[in-house]
Nanobody, 125 residues
Framework: VQLQASGGGLVQAGGSPRLSCTASGLTFSRYVMGWFRQAPGKEREFVTAISGSGSTYYADSVKGRFIISRDNAKNTVNLQMNSLKPEDTAVYYC????????????????????WGQGTLVTVSS
């Protein structure tokens, strides 16, 4: 299984970049896909998740600003980030759940078994 994230970079506060993650080596539609982030000096934290059928869940810190979506035909999950703030600066990781049979949207990293390499998003004020 491989997850390849892209789309990070330097963005001004208020900007709206989009991250993408392409998966291979798994039956993509069966997996919950999630995005986590890790800011400098902090622990990795949950951002959002989406089920194979499109149900979503967001952390309070990004609710109303970020939108997760997926294209099962293209094995891709996207994260549209809007109204970015300097505190959104972090390495963003996409992840697939550890079993491919989750009946809920997990928010803890231990429920995800496959991880992308991370992409850095830096928000300048």
């Amino acid at each position: 299984v491989q997850l390849q994230a892209s789309g990070g970079g330097l963005v001004q506060a208020g900007g709206s970049p989009r991250l993408s993650c392409t998966a291979s080596g798994l039956t993509f539609s069966r997996y919950v896909m999630g995005w986590f982030r890790q800011a400098p000096g902090k622990e990795r934290e949950f951002v959002t998740a989406i089920s194979g059928s499109g149900s979503t869940y967001y952390a309070d810190s990004v609710k109303g600003r970020f939108i997760i979506s997926r294209d099962n035909a293209k094995n891709t999950v996207n994260l549209q980030m809007n109204s970015l703030k300097p505190e959104d600066t972090a390495v963003y990781y996409c992840a697939a759940d550890r079993s491919g049979s989750m009946r809920f949207l997990p928010v803890t990293s231990r429920e995800y078994g496959y991880w992308g390499q991370g992409t850095l998003v830096t928000v300048s004020s």
